[in-house]
């Protein structure tokens, strides 16, 4: 089990695949991109899967969700879903991804093991998203979504961040738009992750401007009996039901308190928080023989530490050195 001095279990392990993305979101990444990961650094598809195997039959893991970077990107992929849904107990699976791959693979993605997508999507208009990710692949995320819907990867859920004179205006229409198509949609407020370090606080669109944005044009009401726990998301009702959106306020209403997560990089570290500025080094022992019992050990020890919370609601919190592209949302 991967507790830590505060009493939280965490039995959700995000795995970074790989640091590589085809979007150059500028709440992520400068236009250029990134220097990548060498692949002798990365973890292989053996690593990977013996990693997660640990994780969820050595200390408790129940959901896993494969993240990047863009995971898509991982040649690898759909073979360490089936490999990872083949463990027993057989975890739930999921995918966070910018979506331009899933037109070509939703399908087998599902036949491989994997119960759902998370998309991230920010804008309804092309010219807003060539603006944010400086490519022309909107039409590639749409057609992912439907996809994914077709495929079954239910519930397909939507991440949209806002960025104030950008796409705040837009809030009220994408969840519109996620009605009409079945989506649930969350907004997520910017976090301080791109590797520029150019985030700042009075630039973030909050969570209470976003509800009073959608309240211009639905009734949003709190779900029902709907105590979030360790999800990260709030939800609201739209009109009544049964749709449903999420608003994931990190920064202004951190939810560190009930937080059941662990993450895995790309290249085989552990992080015991997604602003964590420390890091445990997995691939060393990895590679240099260290049994499961001992890998598992390392975790735990490595999750022990955890602070109370991100500080990301200090005024004088410290932007990770790493990138999001390298940590993995």
Same mark, same amino acid.
């Given at each position: 089990?991967?507790?830590?001095?505060? &009493? *939280?279990? =965490?039995?959700? !392990? %995000?795995?970074?695949?790989?640091? @590589?993305? +085809?979007?150059?979101?500028?709440?992520?990444? $400068?236009?250029?991109?990134?220097?990548?990961?060498?692949?002798?650094?990365?973890?292989?598809?053996?690593?990977?899967?013996?990693?997660?195997?640990?994780?969820?039959?050595?200390?408790?893991?129940?959901?896993?969700?494969?993240?990047?970077?863009?995971?898509?990107?991982?040649?690898?992929?759909?073979?360490?879903?089936?490999?990872?849904?083949?463990?027993?107990?057989?975890?739930?699976?999921?995918?966070?991804?910018?979506?331009?791959?899933? &037109? *070509?693979? =939703?399908?087998? !993605? %599902?036949?491989?093991?994997?119960? @759902?997508? +998370?998309?991230?999507?920010?804008?309804?208009? $092309?010219?807003?998203?060539?603006?944010?990710?400086?490519?022309?692949?909107?039409?590639?995320?749409?057609?992912?979504?439907?996809?994914?819907?077709?495929?079954?990867?239910?519930?397909?859920?939507?991440?949209?961040?806002?960025?104030?004179?950008?796409?705040?205006?837009?809030?009220?229409?994408?969840?519109?738009?996620?009605?009409?198509?079945?989506?649930?949609?969350?907004?997520?407020?910017?976090?301080?992750?791109?590797?520029?370090?150019?985030?700042?606080?009075?630039?973030?669109?909050?969570?209470?401007?976003?509800?009073?944005?959608?309240?211009?044009?639905?009734?949003?009401? $709190?779900?029902?009996?709907?105590?979030?726990?360790?999800?990260?998301?709030?939800?609201?009702?739209?009109?009544?039901?049964?749709?449903?959106?999420?608003?994931?306020?990190?920064?202004?209403?951190?939810?560190?308190?009930?937080?059941?997560?662990?993450?895995?990089?790309?290249?085989?570290?552990?992080?015991?928080?997604?602003?964590?500025?420390?890091?445990?080094?997995?691939?060393?022992?990895?590679?240099?023989?260290?049994?499961?019992?001992?890998?598992?050990?390392?975790?735990?020890?490595?999750?022990?530490?955890?602070?109370?919370?991100?500080?990301?609601?200090?005024?004088?919190?410290?932007?990770?050195?790493?990138?999001?592209?390298?940590?993995?949302?």
């Amino acid at each position: 089990m991967l507790i830590d001095t505060y &009493g *939280r279990v =965490a039995t959700d !392990l %995000r795995v970074s695949l790989t640091d @590589r993305c +085809n979007l150059r979101c500028t709440y992520c990444m $400068p236009e250029e991109g990134l220097q990548w990961l060498a692949k002798p650094e990365l973890l292989t598809d053996d690593e990977i899967v013996r990693m997660v195997r640990i994780g969820v039959t050595d200390l408790g893991v129940k959901d896993v969700r494969f993240t990047g970077g863009e995971p898509l990107l991982r040649p690898g992929l759909v073979s360490i879903i089936e490999r990872v849904a083949a463990l027993e107990p057989r975890p739930r699976i999921s995918l966070t991804t910018n979506g331009i791959g899933l &037109g *070509r693979t =939703a399908a087998a !993605l %599902r036949d491989a093991g994997l119960n @759902r997508v +998370n998309v991230s999507l920010d804008t309804l208009r $092309p010219d807003v998203f060539q603006a944010m990710t400086r490519r022309k692949r909107h039409h590639d995320v749409i057609g992912g979504l439907e996809a994914a819907r077709a495929a079954g990867l239910a519930p397909v859920k939507v991440n949209a961040v806002l960025m104030r004179g950008v796409n705040d205006d837009e809030a009220p229409d994408l969840l519109q738009w996620a009605v009409e198509n079945d989506y649930e949609l969350r907004f997520i407020e910017q976090m301080p992750l791109d590797a520029q370090h150019g985030w700042q606080r009075s630039d973030m669109v909050t969570a209470e401007e976003i509800l009073e944005s959608l309240g211009t044009r639905f009734t949003l009401t $709190p779900e029902p009996n709907g105590a979030r726990g360790s999800a990260p998301a709030e939800r609201w009702l739209v009109d009544g039901g049964p749709a449903r959106v999420g608003v994931i306020a990190s920064v202004t209403r951190p939810f560190c308190r009930a937080c059941d997560r662990t993450r895995l990089t790309a290249d085989g570290q552990v992080r015991d928080c997604l602003f964590a500025r420390t890091e445990s080094d997995l691939r060393a022992p990895l590679r240099s023989g260290a049994t499961d019992a001992e890998i598992a050990a390392l975790w735990k020890t490595a999750m022990w530490g955890k602070k109370a919370g991100s500080g990301l609601d200090d005024p004088s919190f410290l932007q990770p050195d790493r990138p999001m592209s390298a940590i993995g949302g």
